[in-house]
T-cell receptor, first 112, second 108 residues
Framework: EAQVTQNPRYLITVTGKKLTVTCSQNMNHEYMSWYRQDPGLGLRQIYYSMNVEVTDKGDVPEGYKVSRKEKRNFPLILESPSPNQTSLYFC???????????FGDGTRLSIL | GIQVEQSPPDLILQEGANSTLRCNFSDSVNNLQWFHQNPWGQLINLFYIPSGTKQNGRLSATTVATERYSLLYISSSQTTDSGVYFCAVDRSQGNLIFGKGTKLSVKP
């Protein structure tokens, strides 16, 4: 089954404790992205990657890191999480530019 | 940048009713998608529709790219249709710009 898998689905943690949200896709897609969803602000792109070892900032990259060492994986790293990073996060993948984007089930992060 | 506006922001229907959701965008686009976010937060792909009309069961969508709008039709609505419907346009490089969504509540 074609899918984008995020882990964990839910996480409550404390300020400053490094965390990683994993994302994996099994569709051999070139493009992968991370979004965050916040009430009143909608979904906004954090980082994207067009291929292995190629990443770039989206609209709200501050406080996040990403890496793309393998085509299928695109982890999101919060080196020193803060409460303003409490949000619902989505990973997405797409075959190439202007093709449908497929989203994971989301990760709810709470930073206390 | 591209602006995406959806209307109405909220919609309450009785089960069995039909509805039309609208998405306006401010510039020409190469991709437009409709999503349904269910009560558990999952984003479900409904349509990839940069132009033309598509149908999938009780749902259909039409995009008129030259006039910069897209419509999502829901017929014979069911309670399971409840949730938030988003349209999103592709700004390139996989960067989707989302509208604020239409929150649909279908009452039994």
């Amino acid at each position: 089954e074609a899918q984008v898998t995020q882990n964990p689905r839910y996480l409550i943690t404390v300020t400053g404790k490094k965390l990683t949200v994993t994302c994996s896709q099994n569709m051999n897609h070139e493009y992968m992205s991370w979004y965050r969803q916040d009430p009143g602000l909608g979904l906004r792109q954090i980082y994207y990657s067009m291929n292995v070892e190629v990443t770039d900032k989206g609209d709200v990259p501050e406080g996040y890191k990403v890496s793309r060492k393998e085509k299928r994986n695109f982890p999101l790293i919060l080196e020193s999480p803060s409460p303003n990073q409490t949000s619902l996060y989505f990973c997405a993948s797409g075959d190439r530019d202007y093709q449908p984007q497929h989203f994971g089930d989301g990760t709810r992060l709470s930073i206390l | 940048g591209i602006q995406v506006e959806q209307s109405p922001p909220d919609l309450i229907l009785q089960e069995g009713a039909n509805s039309t959701l609208r998405c306006n965008f401010s510039d020409s686009v190469n991709n437009l998608q409709w999503f349904h976010q269910n009560p558990w937060g999952q984003l479900i792909n409904l349509f990839y529709i940069p132009s033309g009309t598509k149908q999938n069961g009780r749902l259909s969508a039409t995009t008129v790219a030259t006039e910069r709008y897209s419509l999502l039709y829901i017929s014979s609505s069911q309670t399971t249709d409840s949730g938030v419907y988003f349209c999103a346009v592709d700004r390139s490089q996989g960067n989707l710009i989302f509208g604020k969504g239409t929150k649909l509540s279908v009452k039994p």
